[in-house]
């Protein structure tokens, strides 16, 4: 991979190669060009040189070291929230909005290991050296799966959002809306959507192997394609379509119906002394899917803000830039806490799943009386079954 000319590829030393190895962006992969174009500056530029070995100790931490314990404590995380959600007491159409959340951020976590985290730890251990020249044979098909999981993983906080929003602002509607024959519709329509956007990433990029002369050794490398080197290509869908469809349009939204949800958690505050148990069920839900939605405008607005650094100075000025590296790297690494954080949230928040999962675990029984049913629209239809709580 080379931009403006491959055949520089071919002079790159290996301290520098070890750098773009590492600099993986979950968005814009883009920076391998930048690196790629700037390392006969860092040849001759000793300083440049001490910026790209601070970047790779910053990245040996966030996704070496702490990577690697977020990520499997994520995929245990949400593996058993899984488990739980699949229960037959957890079964409603919040579920099935929250169970494909959760095989998302597994997607995203399996990115991350093989993509940041072990070629992080590969700088620093020989044993994992063939691993290190030979993993970017799988980034032009894992690059373009790991957004997939991105997106969707948005769009299904959007999903159950706007649900959410509906079942507790808009009551008389939920019957005929929040159902979940609709949640797999619309499961289904998110998945579809964030297979045919990504489509265009798998001709980003093609890998091929080339021996490094210093070391004698076959490594791989990535060069664009043709379309991938086009300005349509780079600027328009990989900056602004992607800061628009991927970021600030679902936000957007997010943050409206959130602030919306909040408002009506206050006022049922205050009346909480004369709700029904069912009501009260009701708001524990609303209460936890809030806190799972901040936890994702938290730890993902970071990264709308590194897009749109991007999108203003360029992806050459932001990859030279130590202190943008490290903003992009904290970045990063904050979606992986995004991804691992749910099954806590749902733990802490949700009564109910406190509950089957404990009993899944031996360590309650089970009561007779499992009846848990939405307060707003019980007697309105049958397809409308228990919510998560």
Not at 282 to 310: G, R, W
């Given at each position: ?73 994520g995929l245990l995380g949400n593996t058993m929230s899984i488990v739980v ?305």
């Amino acid at each position: 991979m080379a931009h403006q000319g491959s055949d520089r590829s071919d002079d790159i030393d290996e301290k520098g190669r070890q750098v773009i190895l590492n600099l993986t962006h979950d968005a814009n992969m883009m920076y391998y060009n930048t690196l790629l174009n700037n390392t006969t500056t860092h040849e001759a530029n000793g300083s440049e040189d001490n910026v790209g070995e601070s970047i790779e100790a910053y990245q040996f931490v966030f996704f070496g070291i702490l990577g690697h314990v977020l990520t499997v404590f994520g995929l245990l995380g949400n593996t058993m929230s899984i488990v739980v959600l699949c229960n037959r007491r957890m079964r409603s159409s919040t579920s099935y909005y929250l169970i494909s959340l959760a095989v998302y951020d597994n997607l995203i976590l399996l990115s991350m290991f093989f993509f940041f985290n072990l070629p992080a730890l590969a700088e620093r251990i020989e044993a994992l050296a063939v691993y290190k020249n030979n993993y970017m044979h799988a980034l032009p098909v894992g690059y373009p799966l790991s957004l997939t999981a991105q997106m969707g993983s948005i769009y299904t906080c959007v999903a159950f959002t706007v649900e959410r929003f509906i079942a507790v602002c808009r009551p008389l509607h939920a019957a005929n809306t929040c159902t979940k024959s609709r949640a797999r519709k619309a499961i289904l329509l998110i998945f579809l959507w964030s297979v045919v956007y990504n489509v265009p990433r798998c001709f980003h990029y093609s890998a091929e192997r080339h021996v490094d002369n210093a070391t004698g050794e076959a490594v791989a490398r990535l060069h664009e394609t043709e379309l991938g080197k086009t300005e349509t290509f780079q600027h328009v869908y990989i900056i602004y379509f992607q800061l628009f469809f991927m970021f600030l349009l679902p936000f957007l939204v997010i943050l409206v119906l959130n602030a919306a949800l909040m408002r009506a958690i206050n006022r049922s505050r205050n009346t909480r002394q004369r709700m029904s148990t069912s009501a009260t069920r009701e708001h524990n839900l609303t209460v936890m899917l809030v806190a799972v939605i901040l936890a994702f405008l938290v730890c993902q607005f970071p990264t709308i803000v590194d897009n749109i650094l991007v999108a203003i100075v360029g992806f050459e000025m932001h990859g030279s830039i130590f202190a943008f590296m490290v903003f992009y790297t904290i970045c990063t690494f904050m979606v992986t806490i995004n991804a691992s954080l749910n099954f806590v949230l749902y733990c802490l928040f949700g009564k109910k799943f406190r509950l089957v999962l404990l009993h899944i675990l031996g360590l309650r029984a089970a009561k007779k009386e499992c009846h848990y049913r939405s307060t707003i629209y019980q007697s309105r239809t049958n397809d409308v079954k228990p919510d998560l709580q």
